[in-house]
T-cell receptor, first 112, second 113 residues
Framework: DVKVTQSSRYLVKRTGEKVFLECVQDMDHENMFWYRQDPGLGLRLIYFSYDVKMKEKGDIPEGYSVSREKKERFSLILESASTNQTSMYLC???????????FGPGTRLTVT | KNEVEQSPQNLTAQEGEFITINCSYSVGISALHWLQQHPGGGIVSLFMLSSGKKKHGRLIATINIQEKHSSLHITASHPRDSAVYICAGLTLYSGGGADGLTFGKGTHLIIQP
């Protein structure tokens, strides 16, 4: 079974802090994704990566950066957290882009 | 820009009823992904289909490529089916690449005992 894990289920940070969200998958998947989910807006793609050190912007990359130094690990970085980044963050991975994605449990981030 | 529209937004039904959730999508989307999200956040992949019909237990997903429409059906619904159901469209490019998923806003399903 594919397992996608995220570093925290709940996180509370202050405005201006640098925030790291980590995602690890154990199935040697090529592709990894970061989404945020907000009420009424659904899931929106922030960034995805199709290989180590490779990344592509999604629909809402502003205020975020990502890092993929190892195939199994994809990090989302909030350089200077703001209150409008309070959200549920979901990581996913897939073998190929055309294949189904497997999701982690999510991290609920609150920025105060 | 690719679009995915889901309906209904909210659905409340009695246990045992046959449930249908609909998803319409724009030109450019090649495959549909149905996801289930339970309270607490976890998302589970139910189906990915680009043609025809798939069945898993009491869940059935169909897609009509000509009409750009997909449906998710739940037979003999049960309170444990209560969740948010999300359809997501995937764009595949002829060169072999693909885009990220475009998500519908979700259908909040409640099955009452």
């Amino acid at each position: 079974d594919v397992k996608v894990t995220q570093s925290s289920r709940y996180l509370v940070k202050r405005t201006g802090e640098k925030v790291f969200l980590e995602c690890v998958q154990d199935m040697d998947h090529e592709n990894m994704f970061w989404y945020r989910q907000d009420p009424g807006l659904g899931l929106r793609l922030i960034y995805f990566s199709y290989d180590v050190k490779m990344k592509e912007k999604g629909d809402i990359p502003e205020g975020y950066s990502v890092s993929r130094e190892k195939k199994e690990r994809f990090s989302l970085i909030l350089e200077s957290a703001s209150t409008n980044q309070t959200s549920m963050y979901l990581c996913a991975s897939s073998w190929l882009l055309a294949y189904e994605q497997y999701f982690g449990p999510g991290t609920r981030l609150t920025v105060t | 820009k690719n679009e995915v529209e889901q309906s209904p937004q909210n659905l409340t039904a009695q246990e045992g009823e046959f449930i249908t959730i609909n998803c319409s999508y724009s030109v450019g989307i090649s495959a549909l992904h149905w996801l289930q999200q339970h309270p607490g956040g976890g998302i589970v992949s139910l189906f990915m289909l680009s043609s025809g019909k798939k069945k898993h237990g009491r869940l059935i997903a169909t897609i009509n490529i000509q009409e750009k429409h997909s449906s998710l059906h739940i037979t003999a619904s049960h309170p444990r089916d209560s969740a948010v159901y999300i359809c997501a469209g995937l764009t595949l490019y002829s060169g072999g690449g693909a885009d990220g998923l475009t998500f519908g806003k979700g259908t909040h399903l409640i099955i009452q005992p």
